[in-house]
């Protein structure tokens, strides 16, 4: 398991992320959370085969990790996939994107056949986990009240 230290110096040190699975519905966690991200100044390249070619949060989705050219120098993916079809994202990750440091599960993903195979190749693994909130709680940005989601909703 990461320290917070570790934590914030990856939140820090990272530029570009690759989410993969992420859904152009406002209300899905993909989508705030990219949405966050961007919001935050990382820059975030959709991937999703079912929406390759539109625009999301100012860039084009593409349709898998293959898409995105070397020069847009990805250095994490996160991914929001159910945790059995991890092993292909992570293994498309490390074949394709050269510049990649850090492979990061969303909460309630976990794959640890996938996670050393990317730890084998000298990547960081961060699983059930979520940069969003990570990011909150470390740089202070949790609301008192709880998470703060990004998702104004009359329920509440």
Known sequence: MMTDAELTRLLKSTRVIACVGVSPNPV??????????????????????????????????????????????????????????????????????PHLRTVWMQIGVQNEDAAEAARARGMTVVQDRCPKIEYQRLFGELRMGGFATGVISSRL
């Not at 820059?43 to 593409?62: D, K, M, Q, S, Y």
């Not at 020069?71 to 490390?94: G, N, Q, T, Y």
């Open 28 to 97: 899905r966690p993909s989508h705030y959370v990219a949405r966050y991200l961007t919001l935050k100044g990382f820059r975030v390249i959709p991937v999703n085969p079912g929406h390759a070619g539109t625009r999301l949060f100012g860039e084009t989705v593409v349709a898998g990790l293959a898409d995105i050219p070397a020069e847009a120098k990805v250095d994490m993916v996160d991914i929001f996939r159910r945790s059995e079809h991890v092993p292909p994202v992570v293994e498309e990750a490390l074949e394709h994107l």
